[in-house]
């Protein structure tokens, strides 16, 4: 208990303020400490004659902010969204002067809430601590308007993370706070500051372990604790994170020697990686990003750490928000994209209607998926945030990527702010710039790169086909077989098309088996992607989490029923094909692309044998025959509405297809660039490995398969879904397991990633 009390006081003090003036009230994180004012505030019900209690709150706000109107509206309350242009200052006597109604006002008590940021978590806009006192004395507009008394909800979550907050200054009546955003650490660990004068209105409806000073179990008769924090804390708090929050601050201040410091930091990291993108220009003068931000970024007062952006082309189209964070791991760069539970911020800094939202609904698109683009207008955007451990090589970096992976080379600094970009710092990622021959100042690419080089984007890298099996039984049995060579389709220059190549991948994200003919079944290439490799909680590895994977080779001997699995150093591992063996072994769930499939665990002798190959705990399993996962995607390309169709444990279609041509193409533009001279050259062969196709054709012009819109093999015929969004696993060599950037950095570049 005194550790926990230590801890109470610690983030007091943190906050410049004392025991007297406030209390802190733990929460399992930011949102909950939201939840908890908006189920207990003392909300007065709008009635025929009285008006209510009203509930105001910021467009540019969290999602956690904007669902308390969810309570609101239950309890009768009206909630008005308050857009930040449209608050301002007002005369002593409200906006029409008139004294006297201000009085009437003063004399009502009926408690209104207004809810704002601090900092906005979009753009890091910092919106004015003045406004807390302000509103309670009514002299902004339209808190003048409603009579009664106004109390401010305070999201400090990303201002505290990295600016000081001084309480005793700006006390505001609540405010939630995550430890997570300021330390890193723990992540399920928050709380609530409540202003002691403002605790009377926090009223307590349920009562669970701990917070009851005493309560009849028989009769309506309970009596809450006196302490407020007891009061609200329900059940046994997390006291193991909360003594860590001492080592947290202790911590942070002798590694930074204090907020304000962290503030200045930040906001110099901020700041110079702002200029410089604000400046960044393609080879044509057009720039490389759109900057979303309310400042000039040139005051830590006004803007905190927060840099909000998409990335455009050389002919100003946006680039997918999504695309640019598969590049940025490329080089170890963590991005946050879409609209970071923000969609006030999103609508206002993209042009983004109230239909517009519905719209990109209708078309599948929902928060935290990577639907980037809808008709070429982006569904989101890039965030780059800097924390405390930043440092001004991590800015270098970040900055490096944008020139190398997306500025029409020679990349240009805007002439206006030259001056300011290189006097940042002496070791600018744009130290050196030059001019053309009109004078217009360039970047040496081969400084800001490194030697990296970006290519011509005359043409691109086409990307594996997602295909879906149309006109086939779903119930066909594995007498009806593919064969190779035997794909029957007219190229557009007259020659035949031909299946070279027909490739399963019996477990997923492991080696490819390649077959001469191979049975179909109602899910695709009979066995085709049945198993999988989990960790012990139950969640798929992939190569992007072990590349090594790729080093384990499956075999299907369908005469003998067995699927073989190899490795170097270590004896073959043999499992039935028979499902019936399987019903010894547990029956388990796990998750595919988000959706939840039906397993069977394949034993202790398969996870012993994996896990002694990868070196970490690992177990192997099948899916389950009799579930059915459907077909995510509606509509075919040309087709219209999709068939319906049963999936594996594939990512999206039942088959991957790609053309030589395509490959051989990409692979000469890999091989083209300034990159390559310092590396092996890339082979179309191994570069087929990499894309892990079903079927690779071959008789075609590049990229011919883009207008594509069925394909028949034999008496098979396909649907074309459209192309095939590639992520990091095809920058995996399949035959060592080692990383690199290609790929995925040239596909990107001409073909969007696909």
Request: negative net charge; glycine residues 8%.
């Amino acid at each position: 208990m005194f550790c926990i009390l230590f801890s109470q006081y610690r983030i007091l003090q943190h906050f410049n303020i004392s025991p007297e003036e406030y209390t802190v009230i733990f929460t399992s994180g930011s949102t909950a400490a939201f939840k908890l004012v908006a189920e207990s505030f003392a909300w007065t019900p709008t009635g025929p004659e009285e008006p209510g209690s009203r509930f105001f709150y910021l467009t540019d706000s969290h999602t956690s902010v904007v669902g308390i109107r969810g309570l609101t509206t239950l309890m009768k309350v009206p909630a008005v969204p308050i857009k930040p242009h449209e608050i301002c200052k007002v005369g002593i006597g409200g906006e029409d002067g008139n004294l006297t109604a201000l009085e009437d006002q003063i004399q009502d008590k009926t408690p209104h809430l207004f809810c704002y940021a601090a900092q906005s978590n979009f753009s890091g806009t910092k919106y004015p601590l003045l406004w807390i006192e302000d509103i309670r004395k009514r002299k902004l507009y339209p808190f003048n308007k409603t009579a009664g008394e106004w109390f401010v909800l305070l999201d400090a979550a990303s201002y505290a993370s990295t600016s000081p907050l001084n309480l005793a200054l700006h006390q505001a009546d609540f405010i939630p706070i995550s430890f997570y955003k300021i330390f890193g650490f723990p992540t399920g660990l928050g709380a609530l500051l409540v202003c002691n004068k403002s605790a009377h209105l926090l009223r307590k409806v349920y009562f669970g372990g701990g917070t009851a000073a005493a309560y009849l179990a028989g009769q309506d008769f309970f009596i809450p604790r006196q302490s407020v924090a007891e009061r609200f804390e329900d059940g046994t708090v997390s006291f193991l994170d909360i003594i860590a929050l001492k080592h947290g601050f202790d911590a942070l201040e002798r590694l930074t020697g204090g907020m304000q410091n962290i503030m200045l930091h930040t906001f110099g990291l901020a700041q110079s990686t702002y200029r410089i993108l604000s400046a960044l220009q393609h080879s044509n003068g057009s720039p490389v990003v759109c900057l979303y931000t309310d400042t000039e970024f040139d005051s830590p007062d006004t803007q905190g750490p927060i840099i909000n952006f998409n990335v455009l082309d050389e002919n100003g189209g946006i680039i997918g928000y999504s695309q640019v964070d598969k590049l940025a791991s490329l080089y170890n760069i963590h991005l946050r994209t879409g609209c970071f539970c923000n969609t006030g911020a999103c609508q206002q800094h993209l042009g983004i209607s109230d239909e517009d939202i519905k719209k990109n609904l209708q078309a599948g698109h929902v928060c935290g998926d990577n639907i980037d683009l809808i008709d070429g207008r982006p569904t989101g955007s890039v965030r780059v945030s800097f924390g405390y451990m930043s440092t001004f090589e991590d800015a270098q970096t970040f900055l490096k990527f944008i020139v190398s992976s997306f500025a029409k080379s020679p990349a240009r600094i805007n002439r206006s702010v030259v001056s300011q970009v290189t006097a940042v710092a002496t070791e600018s990622p744009v130290q050196n710039v030059t001019s053309d021959s009109n004078g217009d100042p360039l970047l040496q690419q081969e400084d800001v790169l490194g030697g990296g080089s970006v290519l011509d984007n005359s043409s691109g890298p086409e990307k594996p086909f997602n295909l879906h099996q149309s006109q086939v039984d779903p119930e066909r049995n594995n007498g009806d077989v593919i064969t190779d060579g035997s794909l029957t389709k007219q190229s557009c220059t007259g020659k035949a098309v031909t299946l070279t190549n027909i490739y399963l991948y019996p477990i997923k994200s492991c080696t490819a088996f390649e077959v001469k003919q191979w049975p179909v079944g109602r899910q695709g290439l009979l066995y085709d992607r049945n198993w999988m490799v989990v960790n012990l909680n139950g969640v798929c590895l992939s190569q992007k989490q072990e590349p090594r994977l790729c080093l384990i080779c499956p075999v299907i001997d369908l005469e003998r029923g067995i699927l073989i699995i190899k490795a170097e150093g270590v004896d073959p591992l043999t499992i039935s094909l028979k499902e019936e063996s399987m019903e010894q072994y547990q029956f388990c769930q796990s998750k595919v692309c988000g959706d939840r499939v039906k397993t069977y665990d394949c034993g202790k002798k398969a996870a012993h044998w994996l896990s002694m190959v990868l070196g970490r705990q690992c177990q192997l399993i099948r899916q389950s025959s009799d579930f059915n996962r459907d077909l995510k995607k509606k509509f075919a390309k040309g087709h219209g509405e999709m068939q319906s169709a049963s999936l594996s444990l594939v990512n999206e279609a039942q088959y991957l297809l790609i053309n030589r041509a395509s490959i051989q193409h990409l692979c000469e533009q890999i091989n083209m660039s300034e990159k390559a001279s310092s590396t092996a050259l890339m082979k179309t062969e191994e570069l087929i490995q990499r894309f892990r196709a079903n079927f690779v054709t071959s008789g075609t012009r590049q990229y011919e398969e883009d207008e594509w819109t069925e394909v028949t093999i034999g008496s098979f015929s396909f649907q074309v879904m459209g192309q095939c969004s590639r992520c990091q696993m095809i920058c995996i060599d399949q035959e060592t397991g080692k990383r690199s950037n290609e790929p995925l950095h040239t596909l990107s570049l001409h073909r969007g990633g696909k």
